[in-house]
């Protein structure tokens, strides 16, 4: 009895669930019909075609050049490697920052305690948005004129034309990059090097501040789950505390930081999108020129949706490969 | 490097029990002092607090606060009529009381749930009118400080049951309902907040019937809602398997249902593990409702581009209006996060 009971069950939740997808399904097909009538009696077109029509608009910047006779699907390609060139190096800036400020919140010395901890509580507590715009205003309007940029160090220069640095570049006929150039200051603006836009300045910049906040309490964290008899021991060794920290917590700690580390990585990506509000041309802002021009506003998100999707993807394969070396393997 | 001591005995010995600390302590003092300067010559010594304009552009070196002073109605409550900015007030203050209320873990009782239904509704009420003697104010005017403590309220209160159902879901027997949350959640995780934004702005608008437009605050709210609930869903799945197993299998061999489990004693206890988490997501959401500026609706970070981006007399104090609204938030956010180590340090007192 029970057990016909049981069986009715059964194939009563493969039923319920049956019923469940042809539900879900049927939802998505009236969805995307109705919203094609939609489409179609307000007179706008629908489809992947204007992929390959000219853009009408330039993107200023970027290691892909980019005008306004050329094709959307490279408009789209020229804002993917903007959003990967300004991610991947606040993503690097944020993880050496995020653990220098971590290890500080943790020493020995109360008065680099207090601004490591001041640091993380002031910048976690603002929204990363009203911090970029505020960066941007600070560019714009506090910053001396290109002519007479400040010197932050030798060879770094900052004013409302964006930042100068030194560049690799290769001597005649070679592409590997044999020596740097320097920017120098002339009579009109600092030349040579690589110089960086102000938007691009403020976005790298502002995710790494606002990131380093969030990857220093996940070091800290990490940093504190290292058992006390392991630093007791390192020092009853004579371990200094920069070899304590280097060789014996670091190496455990990161067990517990990199899962952490790759949730923070994954969200300093998907914020990058925040480009857009501050000018610079990302994947995001390049989508939202395009809808702007001929409104199809389902593809262009879709297609950021799918691009965001496929990065996160990446980002999480990589980390866990990263994890897997890292992680404790068989006993502890 | 752990265990750091406390009290002012200790740091005596940090700041000077070695050169190098002695060193490390005069080089960060003179850093302090120096910022410190700075930062007081250019906040309180040289800054205007008037709302005076041309005082403003003449100080060379300081903060001119005037333009708080003169804008703060605008900043904080975008572009609701001047006569009627009462109502955004009161609205406020009501739903931040509640909100204090139920922080409190002796609140958590049966009658929470209908004083925020009311909560919500005397909100509605005044920002809304058209009732009780209250001019109407259509929602495109809705902006400032109310629609930021709002959206983020009412997001969140919508977005809860629709994780709690996620969270279960993900963890359902059924696997084609496993396959769907799981799906949906880590869709929704691995795209950016500003795209779901955008989904609901651009296409909602298409799935309505013609002729009916819905109300572009109802669309956002319903991104941000969709967006929120896969977040909290993790949240509540972290809780749920923190559950042991031996609980559900003690209910079924007392002969408790597969629903009366769930809902009696591991959600209970499941809920109550993720409290502190669930609060973190909070200033999270309270910190993601800046971004609908992107989408036109003019929140707190909005209204401050309203108040002072159409007028050429205080556009250049850009600077102190933007720390303005910054300290708005950190005060909420700070505060909330302050709760939440104190709610953990409080529950987990009870659990031991």
């Known amino acids: ?332 | 490097m752990r265990n750091v001591a406390q009290g002012p005995v200790a740091w005596r010995s940090e700041l000077w029990g070695s050169p190098l600390r002695a060193l490390a302590t005069v080089l960060l003092l003179a850093l302090l002092a120096w910022g410190g300067f700075h930062a007081l010559e250019w906040g309180v010594l040289n800054a205007v607090f008037r709302p005076d304009a041309e005082a403003c552009r003449a100080v060379q070196h300081g903060a001119c606060w005037g333009v708080v002073a003169e804008k703060w109605r605008p900043m904080l409550f975008g572009r609701f009529p001047y006569e009627e900015q009462w109502r955004p007030a009161i609205a406020v203050v009501v739903l931040s009381a509640v909100t204090v209320l139920s922080a409190w873990p002796r609140s958590w009782r049966w009658w929470l749930a209908p004083l925020w239904i009311v909560a919500l509704l005397l909100f509605v009420l005044l920002m809304r009118g058209g009732m009780a003697g209250l001019v109407h104010v259509p929602t495109s005017r809705w902006g400032g400080l109310p629609l930021t403590i709002g959206l983020a309220v009412v997001g969140l209160a919508l977005a809860f049951p629709l994780a709690l159902l996620l969270a279960l879901g993900r963890r359902s027997g059924w696997p084609v309902v496993r396959t769907l949350c799981a799906s949906y959640i880590e869709l929704v995780r691995g795209v950016p907040l500003i795209s779901v934004l955008f989904m609901a702005s651009f296409l909602l608008p298409l799935l309505w019937p013609a002729g009916w437009q819905p109300d572009v605050l109802v669309r956002v709210l319903a991104g941000l809602t969709l967006f929120v609930a896969a977040y909290l869903a993790e949240i509540i799945r972290g809780g749920l398997q923190a559950v042991p197993r031996g609980q559900t299998e003690v209910a079924m061999a007392l002969g408790f249902g597969r629903w009366p489990v769930q809902r009696d004693i591991v959600l209970p206890q499941a809920l109550r593990l993720v409290v502190p988490a669930l609060t973190n997501s909070v200033v999270g959401t309270l910190k993601d409702t800046s971004l609908v500026t992107v989408v036109g609706l003019f929140e707190l970070t909005g209204a401050l581009g309203l108040a002072l981006g159409g007028d050429p007399t205080w556009r250049p104090f850009y600077l102190e209006g933007y720390l303005f609204i910054a300290a708005v938030y950190w005060v909420l956010c700070f505060g909330l996060s302050r709760y939440s180590v104190w709610l953990e340090r409080r529950l987990g007192e009870g659990a031991r």
């Open chain 1, 1 to 332: 009895m029970s057990r016909q009971a049981s069986r009715r069950g059964a194939w009563l939740a493969w039923v319920v669930q049956a019923l469940l997808v042809l539900a879900v399904m049927a939802g998505a097909v009236w969805v995307m019909n109705h919203a094609l009538d939609v489409l179609r009696s307000r007179g706008v077109r629908s489809g992947f075609d204007f992929l390959t029509e000219p853009a009408g608009f330039s993107i200023s910047e970027g290691w892909l050049d980019f005008d306004a006779s050329q094709p959307f699907w490279r408009a789209f390609l020229a804002g993917l490697i903007n959003t990967v060139r300004a991610a991947v190096p606040a993503a690097v800036f944020a993880v050496v920052l995020g653990t220098l400020i971590g290890i500080g919140r943790l020493a020995p010395h109360v008065l680099l305690r207090g601004i490591c901890t001041a640091y993380v509580e002031v910048l976690r507590n603002v929204p990363l948005l009203v911090q970029l715009l505020m960066l941007a205003f600070a560019m714009a309007n506090l910053l001396p004129d290109p002519i007479e940029p400040v010197r932050l160090l030798p060879g770094v220069w900052l004013s409302k034309g964006g930042l100068s640095v030194p560049w690799p570049v290769s001597g005649e006929g070679g592409w590997w990059p044999t020596h740097f150039e320097w920017p120098e200051k002339g009579d009109f603006g600092v030349s040579g090097g690589a110089a960086l836009s102000p938007e691009y300045v403020t976005i790298v910049a502002g995710l790494s501040f606002y990131s380093a906040a969030f990857v220093a309490e996940i070091v800290r964290a990490g940093i504190l789950s290292v058992s006390q008899g392991q630093v007791l021991a390192g020092q009853a060794l004579g371990l200094t505390t920069v070899q304590q920290l280097r060789i014996v917590i670091l190496p455990q700690a990161l067990r517990v930081i990199v899962p952490s580390l790759t949730n923070q990585l994954l969200s300093l990506t998907k914020n990058s999108s925040l480009a857009v509000a501050v000018g610079y041309p990302e994947l995001v802002s390049v989508a939202n020129t395009t809808i702007g021009s001929n409104g199809r506003a389902f593809e262009c998100i879709a297609i950021i949706m799918a691009v965001y999707l496929l990065l996160s993807l990446l980002i999480s394969f990589g980390m866990n490969r990263y994890n897997a070396r890292v992680a404790l393997r068989g006993w502890q």
